[in-house]
T-cell receptor, first 113, second 116 residues
């Protein structure tokens, strides 16, 4: 079946450091890929998405590229801020999965000043 | 207008009690999803509505779980005879149309259920 695997956290970085959170997926067909973020005390919200191979999603300085050849959708940011501290979820939705969106387990990011 | 709202925000139930969790989606949103999120895990799909029709209930863990959306707006997730393993955060999300696989889902704050 379809699945998402993302790197375990927590990830602790200093402000202005480079961030990568790895995400790989297994799916038949051509899934849509998402990164959702959950800030402390808030609900999940979409950060970015990509709906076909080689698409790059971007928002708030974060980027992720849909790589079909490596079945990956790694999240990157060139310079993190304290306000980026949150839990990040990689997710996919595929025609072969019905109406399900499948989420990874989440990666908690702490950014120190 | 307002985002997705859920009530109650917290619910403590004794094992064996029935509970009902409410979701008010964004006005006009056609699609509605329910998820269960265990501590330290990602959300797991429970069920999907397109207007009032429940098109996918493959994620409901047992026949103790029941969801409805009778008028295509507010939805209720009911859990009968609650068990300790039902303790989790229950999330509701809505999206604008029926193209759910590519669409952004807007999540509510969740209901945290604790079964003692």
């Amino acid at each position: 079946g379809n699945s998402v695997t993302q790197m375990e956290g927590p990830v602790t970085l200093s402000e202005e450091a480079f961030l990568t959170i790895n995400c790989t997926y297994t799916a038949t067909g051509y899934p849509s890929l998402f990164w959702y973020v959950q800030y402390p005390g808030e609900g999940l919200q979409l950060l970015l998405k990509a709906t076909k191979a080689d698409d790059k999603g971007s928002n708030k300085g974060f980027e992720a590229t849909y790589r079909k050849e490596t079945t990956s959708f790694h999240l990157e940011k060139g310079s993190v801020q304290v306000s980026d501290s949150a839990v990040y979820f990689c997710a996919l939705s595929a025609l072969t999965g019905g109406f399900k969106t499948i989420f990874g387990a989440g990666t908690r990011l702490f950014v120190k000043a | 207008g307002a985002g997705v709202s859920q009530s109650p925000r917290y619910k403590v139930a004794k094992r064996g009690q029935d509970v009902a969790l409410r979701c008010d989606p964004i006005s006009g949103h056609v699609s509605l999803f329910w998820y269960q999120q265990a501590l330290g895990q990602g959300p797991e799909f429970l069920t999907y509505f397109q207007n009032e029709a429940q098109l996918d209930k493959s994620g409901l863990p047992s026949d103790r779980f029941f969801a409805e959306r009778p008028e295509g707006s507010v939805s209720t997730l009911k859990i009968q005879r609650t068990q300790q393993e039902d303790s989790a955060v229950y999330l509701c999300a809505s999206s604008l149309t029926t193209s759910g696989r590519q669409e952004t889902q807007y999540f509510g704050p969740g209901t945290r259920l604790l079964v003692l």
